[in-house]
């Protein structure tokens, strides 16, 4: 079924062929915040105005006057100076409620992806320590837009790449090392650049226990492979378990050592950019012509030592690896990586994918508090705030739903309180206690005997109050809200949808009995209640977000 909008759109352009007006190139449908304005309204006439050479209330009454009679619209009104009113028709409305209930869990899925191959990469922290808050934070973003992609035809691939090579790699297997020789009783400095987290203390004592070979026990060739590997096979281990605790199940976990530099990736794009006559040399070192396709200035890609830069690494990671099995590129990235994206974006354009395949979204940091007071120390870490710390406190719903309330590009204040407290205050309880009193209904139902006939012989007309006009309305815009959504590739949209629904469905649950003595009645509300509680089951779904049947 087409979306109400596309037909509205298709109507208005029914009426410009008729008028003999030319036709708009694009119609586009706001909700109006006033019940007066109507339930959809656009300024197409207005747009019309210079190439139709007339007044934009002229073309307002023409598009009126020769709009075709279609069983969702009531009425057009012309409002100011040639705004659009559509109010659509509330038997109409009460009637296409069971184009939800039919559609059930696939309510809200569509093509607006098409069969296009997406590649989705986030997270992907440095091997190097826990996961924080700002990982959870991208990882409730990533998961649940690799949710509505799928949802919207598209296949996709989601992916963690494990930065295991180079000077982090380094700096991490000598830490590591170090702490594996205090737990021998040696005197062992970290390193100048070495990380001082206790998480090490921890993991050389597990090494120990697992009877792990001394330092000395390792040949000195040797050695910085030996510890730098088994502490990244355990962090990595470690961070995969808790993603999935958080609901967080990666298609794929690559290797920046195996899966490019040892495949010899690197110097593979080297050659093929300087076959494109898009390197030179200067210093000593190679440089990328990136000025070419936008960048602010050209970047390095061989070191005058030698050796390549992560640079390099990671253009061709993302031009033999990702471009290789996808025709989109979405990556989510740390704020501090604002200056990474158009050197790039230079890169994969050089190499022949289109402006728009690559994208980069930038995930914003996280303000934990209590109460409206900053948390500032981890019991665990010290300066940061761990992952599975926020997941132990508040577990999983609240942390995924808190997360995707604001859009990823906004700084985010998450407030441990509120995310535990069962009110209205907590969004996330709000929006499953709505599902939860439509599964109490349901139950009292089967409770009091009243039997329950397949929907199509279920009379909708008697759902004339405008509250169930209004729920139903809404109801009816949530395909499009999730197109929407994908095409923007902002899963907070979703989050924030449910929660308004959640507060058209509550207040009416009050005001309103569901069942009561006049049965027609209470199966037509139950028919209205069951389509909001999949609505929000289907919702939920997309953000990786439960919907508890009792709360």
């Known amino acids: 079924m087409a979306s109400i909008t596309t037909r509205l759109t298709d109507g208005v352009r029914t009426a410009l062929t008729s008028a003999g007006l030319p036709l708009v190139d694009e119609c586009v449908w706001d909700v109006p915040r006033q019940a007066e304005h109507g339930d959809y309204a656009t300024n197409a006439a207005m747009q019309l105005a210079r190439a139709a050479k007339k007044p934009p209330r002229q073309i307002a009454d023409a598009i009126v006057r020769h709009f075709p009679t279609l069983p969702e619209v009531e009425r057009i009104e012309v409002a100011g100076p040639g705004f659009l009113n559509v109010f659509l028709s509330p038997a109409w409305c009460a009637r296409a409620l069971r184009t939800v209930l039919d559609a059930g869990e696939a309510y809200g899925h569509g093509g607006a992806m098409g069969d296009r191959r997406v590649r989705v990469e986030f997270v992907s922290a440095n091997p190097t320590g826990p996961l924080v808050i700002v990982n959870a934070r991208a990882a409730a973003v990533g998961d649940s837009l690799a949710r509505l992609l799928r949802a919207q035809g598209a296949h996709v691939t989601s992916e963690y790449y494990v930065n295991d090579a180079g000077t982090q790699f380094e700096a991490l297997a000598r830490s590591f090392e170090a702490r594996v020789r205090q737990a021998l009783g040696q005197e062992a400095p970290l390193p100048e650049n070495g990380y001082p987290g206790e998480y090490l203390i921890e993991l050389a004592e597990a090494y120990r226990r697992e009877g792990g070979l001394a330092p000395d026990d390792v040949p000195?060739?040797?050695?910085?492979?030996?510890?730098?590997?088994?502490?990244?096979?355990?962090?990595?281990?470690?961070?995969?378990?808790?993603?999935?605790?958080?609901?967080?199940?990666?298609?794929?976990?690559?290797?920046?050592?195996?899966?490019?530099?040892?495949?010899?990736?690197?110097?593979?794009?080297?050659?093929?950019?300087?076959?494109?006559?898009?390197?030179?040399?200067?210093?000593?070192?190679?440089?990328?012509?990136?000025?070419?396709?936008?960048?602010?200035?050209?970047?390095?890609?061989?070191?005058?030592?030698?050796?390549?830069?992560?640079?390099?690494?990671?253009?061709?990671?993302?031009?033999?690896?990702?471009?290789?099995?996808?025709?989109?590129?979405?990556?989510?990235?740390?704020?501090?990586?604002?200056?990474?994206?158009?050197?790039?974006?230079?890169?994969?354009?050089?190499?022949?994918?289109?402006?728009?395949?690559?994208?980069?979204?930038?995930?914003?940091?996280?303000?934990?508090?209590?109460?409206?007071?900053?948390?500032?120390?981890?019991?665990?870490?010290?300066?940061?705030?761990?992952?599975e710390e926020l997941l132990e406190e508040v577990g999983r719903d609240a942390a995924r739903f808190t997360f995707l309330l604001r859009r990823h590009d906004s700084p985010l204040e998450f407030d441990l309180a509120v995310a535990m407290r069962q009110s209205a205050d907590n969004p996330v309880y709000y929006v499953q206690y709505a599902h939860a009193r439509i599964a109490s209904i349901r139950r009292q139902m089967a409770e009091q005997g009243i039997d329950v006939p397949a929907w199509p012989a279920v009379d909708l007309d008697t759902l004339t109050l405008p509250e169930e006009q209004q729920i139903i309305k809404r109801l009816?815009?949530?395909?499009?809200?999730?197109?929407?959504?994908?095409?923007?590739?902002?899963?907070?949209?979703?989050?924030?949808?449910?929660?308004?629904?959640?507060?058209?469905?509550?207040?009416?649950?009050?005001?309103?009995?569901?069942?009561?003595?006049?049965?027609?009645?209470?199966?037509?509300?139950?028919?209205?209640?069951?389509?909001?509680?999949?609505?929000?089951?289907?919702?939920?779904?997309?953000?990786g977000v439960s919907a508890p049947e009792t709360m």
């Open 220 to 387: 000195a060739p040797a050695r910085l492979e030996h510890f730098g590997r088994y502490a990244v096979g355990r962090m990595v281990e470690r961070q995969r378990a808790i993603l999935e605790d958080y609901g967080v199940r990666f298609d794929v976990w690559s290797s920046e050592q195996h899966d490019v530099r040892d495949k010899g990736l690197a110097e593979n794009v080297l050659d093929e950019l300087a076959a494109r006559g898009l390197t030179y040399e200067h210093d000593g070192a190679v440089w990328f012509r990136s000025t070419q396709f936008g960048d602010d200035k050209d970047r390095v890609v061989r070191r005058s030592n030698g050796e390549l830069t992560y640079f390099a690494v990671d253009v061709a990671y993302h031009h033999y690896r990702k471009f290789g099995a996808a025709e989109r590129v979405v990556n989510l990235l740390g704020p501090d990586h604002h200056g990474y994206v158009e050197r790039m974006r230079a890169a994969m354009q050089a190499l022949g994918h289109a402006p728009d395949a690559f994208e980069v979204l930038i995930i914003q940091l996280v303000t934990l508090l209590r109460d409206g007071q900053p948390v500032r120390m981890s019991k665990r870490r010290g300066e940061f705030v761990l992952m």
């Open 476 to 543: 009816l815009g949530y395909p499009e809200m999730v197109a929407g959504a994908a095409r923007a590739l902002e899963p907070h949209r979703v989050a924030f949808w449910l929660s308004e629904l959640a507060g058209m469905f509550h207040p009416y649950y009050k005001a309103h009995r569901v069942i009561q003595d006049d049965r027609e009645l209470t199966l037509a509300r139950f028919a209205l209640c069951a389509a909001v509680g999949q609505v929000v089951r289907n919702g939920l779904d997309l953000l």
